[in-house]
């Protein structure tokens, strides 16, 4: 008698290939994609020029006072201006013919202790901030940028350690622009930086002439894609950008998507943003802004779109809204 089989493969394969295709097609949903951020709301950032009176210090206390009764917890960048030789800093907004006096880099250690001093003794609602010290990266007074870098490291260094207060992170910030020095002297710049300081280093960054889209890889001065993309967060894992996204048809904010997108697909990985920098405030004190003076909540709107209109550079996370003023 013969033996009759007790399964047949092939029908079985057959109805296997088919329960698997129906579980696929009825059982499996895509991933949704990660929430978008919403607005966190603003903080001040500020140019300060520092004269080296005690008045620097009573102003920078009662500047960290202000931010301290807003009750809102986040990024502050002060922005003391140019370092030069003999570790001695310019006022911000200037050139190397300025007359205006020079001040020692520790001035700025003494500027940070006050705001740090002010923001405490202020604060509502358990407050907590991050205040980022900072320079931009003009290279006219010929100071290299590897000792710049290095001197600024040791500055935030002891600034930090002055602070006294754990309602007062102190870290770097740096502006660096395409128009102020060679791609290779803000390179150093960062890269020096990040290798002598234990903090996080943000940037305040702008990407002037950079693509916002196509093939172009060519920014301004002879920088590249890859040079602002390093510049902004590519040096070190430390480092956090908050980019300049001050025109107001939004123009900035695709160009810093353009960015990120180049690193995703590059291999050096998406621009790590912390936020966006607005300089509405700035405007409205000094004039002179066509187009330029976005309020914080639309640049960091403006941001937020660019970065999540395209999958290769969404983000899930952009914590900061800061807004430059004088002082």
């Known amino acids: 008698m013969p033996v009759i089989p007790t399964a047949r493969p092939a029908l079985t394969r057959l109805s296997t290939s088919i329960a698997t295709a129906a579980t696929l097609a009825l059982g499996t949903v895509a991933a949704e994609p990660a929430a978008a951020p919403s607005y966190p709301g603003p903080t001040v950032s500020r140019y300060v020029p520092l004269t080296g009176a005690a008045a620097d210090t009573t102003a920078a206390r009662a500047a960290g006072c202000d931010e301290g009764r807003s009750g809102r917890s986040g990024v502050r960048i002060l922005f003391v201006g140019t370092q030069e030789p003999g570790a001695r800093l310019r006022p911000p907004g200037t ?18 202790a006050a705001w ?8 509502t609602a358990s407050a907590t901030a991050t205040l980022a010290l900072g320079v931009n990266n003009k290279d006219d007074a010929g ?10 490291a040791r500055v935030v260094n002891s600034a930090a350690a002055s602070a006294g207060t754990p309602a007062v992170t102190v870290v770097g910030a740096v502006d660096a622009e395409p128009s102020w020095s060679s791609p290779s002297w803000a390179r150093a710049w960062v890269r020096a930086f990040t290798q002598a300081a234990d903090r996080t280093l943000y940037t305040g960054n702008s990407a002037d002439g950079c693509p916002t889209s196509g093939t172009s890889v060519r920014c301004n001065n002879g ?23 001050y025109r107001t048809d939004g123009i900035q904010a695709r160009q810093w998507a353009r960015i990120s997108a180049w690193g995703a697909s590059s291999g050096h990985g998406q621009v790590r943003f912390a936020g966006a920098l607005s300089q509405h405030t700035a405007c409205r004190q000094r004039g002179g802004c066509t187009r330029t003076d976005n309020t914080p909540h639309a640049a960091w709107t403006q941001l937020r779109d660019a970065l999540n209109a395209d999958p290769a550079t969404r983000v899930s996370s952009l914590p900061n809204a800061t807004d430059m003023r004088w002082p």
């Open 95 to 112: 050139t190397r013919a300025t007359t205006a006096a020079r001040v020692a880099e520790t001035r700025a250690i003494d500027a940070a």
């Open 116 to 123: 740090a001093q002010g923001f405490t003794s202020c604060r």
């Open 143 to 152: 100071l290299g940028g590897a000792d710049a870098g290095r001197s600024w």
């Open 223 to 245: 920088w590249t894609l890859a040079d602002v993309h390093y510049v902004a967060s590519g040096a070190s894992p430390t480092m956090r950008a908050i980019p300049q996204i």
